[in-house]
């Protein structure tokens, strides 16, 4: 008689099939490439004024196991270097062996794990500390949702930032940036934290690491204003120049607060006098202007009609005396 196997007998019989497999593999040794970040720890009032490559790069030759705790168990690999614990060379210059190198690398690893370092020294040259303040700039996407739109500008707090470091290279910097930051589907005003970008954490260190971030979000509104006057800016006196219609309708969108508080008094339709001398068509385009923050969806009409008007002046010359 035929013995049946049980799909639960098959399915540990696979699993233990499995883990016994991972288990041989991971002991057998492999090789990778591990990437530490330079950190360069000045003196007090020195800065590093030489580029020096961001990362140092070692081939690991190791076992599954060690791999796996070093890349994913282990602290954030690093090659922190304190030039207090070095001796200068000559004046303001150190040189890092490949010894000296390897005793800095974080997490420490043992010297037959290693195959390859790169760069196996480093030369780093210090001088006199320089400092200088610059605005930040902020780097940040913001979508609205669908019947919403962003007012006014977006706010950094605080809107400077100190840096500190090489002064030929302060003097190059006239702004600091900001991580990219994506905000989608924006209903409401956004207030967010930002970290300043790092990428010269070597020869600049920066008076703080994070900014604030602020955008005020409202439901978006629309008006029409239907009375507008036109402006002629530099109208001469006595002007036979004419146009139509003196007034007009502008529908513009906003706010939905903002356009609260908005009144006709707000918005001008202008023309420059120089604009309508030179005209040759007939046609003139004015010029509308807005309160900050608010966009122009329509003139009309969004023509002015331009022409030249004769004036016939009569006079009385004769008089009765008696």
């Known amino acids: 008689m035929q013995r049946k196997v049980s ?16 288990y041989v593999s991971l002991k057998t040794p492999a090789t990778i490439f591990v990437q530490f970040p330079l950190v360069i720890q000045a003196q007090e009032d020195k800065a590093v004024q030489n580029e020096l490559p961001k990362f140092i790069t070692a081939k690991i030759r190791a076992s599954g196991w060690q791999i796996i705790n070093l890349e994913y168990v282990s602290a954030q690999p690093e090659c922190m270097i304190d030039l ?18 390897l005793q800095n690398l974080r997490p420490a690893l043992s010297l037959e794990k290693i195959v390859e370092l790169s760069p196996e020294n480093i030369s780093i040259t210090t001088g006199t500390i320089a400092q200088h303040t610059v605005p930040v700039a902020p780097v940040i996407e913001i979508t609205p949702r669908e019947g919403f739109t962003i007012v006014g500008d977006i706010h950094v707090e605080p809107d400077s930032v100190i840096l500190r470091g090489n002064e030929t290279m302060l003097r190059t910097i006239q702004k600091w940036q900001t991580s990219a930051v994506k905000i989608l589907d924006a209903a409401k005003s956004i207030r967010i934290e930002a970290k300043l970008v790092d990428s010269l954490q070597n020869h600049i260190a920066l008076s703080q690491q994070t900014v604030v971030l602020s955008a005020e979000i409202q439901q978006s509104a629309e008006i029409t204003f239907n009375d507008i006057p036109l402006e002629v800016l530099s109208e001469q006196a006595h002007s036979n120049h004419k146009l139509m219609p003196d007034r007009i309708s502008v529908t513009i969108r906003g706010g939905a607060e903002q356009i609260a508080q908005l009144s006709s008094s707000s918005i001008r339709a202008l023309v420059e006098f120089q604009t309508i001398i030179h005209d040759t068509t007939g046609i003139i385009t004015p010029v509308i202007s807005l309160p900050p923050y608010l966009t122009l969806l329509n003139v009309n009409p969004p023509y002015l009609r331009h022409k030249i008007v004769d004036k016939v002046v009569s006079q009385k010359t004769s008089f009765l005396r008696k």
């Open 7 to 22: 799909i639960l007998s098959l399915f540990f019989c696979l699993i233990l099939s499995v883990a016994l497999w991972g």
């Open 84 to 101: 207090t614990k070095f001796t200068e060379v000559a004046p303001g210059n150190f040189s890092l062996s490949k010894n000296d190198i």
